[in-house]
């Protein structure tokens, strides 16, 4: 008896239906809020940053690896930023514009997105000069404010600079906090003077930086005259001022060297390669 198919075929005009597909799988990335260390105090107004105590990032993903793999970014010393600027949600924040405090927080927020909180890293014992592993908990941090009990520095809200007499010679300096672009002023020029070989000047290089006038002064000659020509103690006043006014993390923890038994409270977290790499 011959098979009736009228009720099998489809007519062209019939949608197909394919009971085996399925709607592809989507994923959004999770995100989290990072304290920053200035509360956003020290931006100006206008900042996306202006007096917020947070700001939101995503959690590090694959291709976030591939940035900090790249040979041309690693190469140019660009890769750390890329990946800062990637994981920040509000693009209206610009990296560069990061006070340097904040761009660490977020520097190791994003790191235990990546990898987790352990860090393992080589570490040099400061009594006995012996190399050994030891792994530090990102987890255990502490957030400098900058706030400071120093009566003897001022600052002033509508210029987010701070205001000091120095003790040898009585000059009054005004501070600023430095930013990522600051960092990679200062960087760019230590290569340049090692390239060109000539002598090193990291600390009056940070001072010329971090001053922004002298007795109200404010024009480069006034503040490279002072810096060049300051007192010993004068300069270690003002790093050391500036050390308590700056907002940062404070990833400081105990050590004990396996070696020759020296203990310490305060052992800093290295940032090198494997801080990014873990495993390489």
Known sequence: MARDNSKRLKSSNDPVVNSN????????TPTEFVELPSGGKFYAEGHPLHNQEVVEIRYMTAKDEDILTSQSLLKKGLAIDRLLQNVIVNKDINVDDLLIGDKNAIIVASRKTGYGPEYETQVTCPACSKTSKNVFDLNQLTIKTGETEDEGIVFQEQTATYFLTTPATGVEVELRLLTGTDEKYLSQLAANKRKRNLPESTLTDHLQRVIVSVNGHGDPISIKSFVENMPARDSRYI?????????????AQGYSCGN?????????????????WPGR
């Open 21 to 28: 597909t399925q709607a592809p799988l989507t994923f959004s």
């Open 239 to 251: 790093r050391l001022a500036y050390e308590q006014i700056s907002p940062n993390v404070d990833l």
């Open 260 to 276: 020759c038994g020296f203990e310490t409270d305060r052992m800093e977290v290295p940032f090198t390669a494997t801080f990014f």
